[in-house]
């Protein structure tokens, strides 16, 4: 934070953990996701668990509907083998400069959304 500003919000800001083992739905892991406050973006922890950091305004787009986050949030998925896969694709599709609609199918493998693979939503206050 300088100047009260938060810093980072919108560059893509990422950990790629290639190994992990620990308990996703743990108290600490909630308590460092609502440290972080979207600085942190995009996180992949070993091969299955991918977790993505929305805006409040994006809440309406996703489905099914997430928990009533009255603020900014944090969705945490297990898509099985895929978290490595979509972290990078979130980083082409952030980075780019162009639009790659017509290309988001190569980009997330799983059909229709990764909505259905959410196992929790982290509110920020």
């Known amino acids: 934070m ?21 308990d996703i739905l743990s108290r600490s892991i909630k308590q460092n996701l609502k440290e972080a406050r979207g600085i942190i973006n995009h996180i ?6 991918f977790i993505k950091f929305w805006k409040k305004e994006n809440k309406y ?24 896969s979509y972290f990078i694709s979130n980083l082409l599709e952030f980075t780019c400069s162009s639009q790659i609609d017509d290309r988001l199918w190569l980009l997330y493998p799983i059909e229709g959304t990764k909505e259905s693979y959410r196992i929790s939503t982290v509110c920020l206050e």
């Open 61 to 84: 787009v996703l489905k099914p509907t997430i928990e009533d986050c009255n603020n900014d949030f944090y969705n945490i998925y297990k898509i099985g083998n895929l978290s490595f």
């Open 2 to 22: 300088i100047n009260g500003k938060l810093i980072g919000k919108d560059k893509f800001n990422g950990i790629f953990c290639y190994e992990y083992s620990g």
């Open 44 to 49: 992949a922890l070993g091969s299955d668990i």
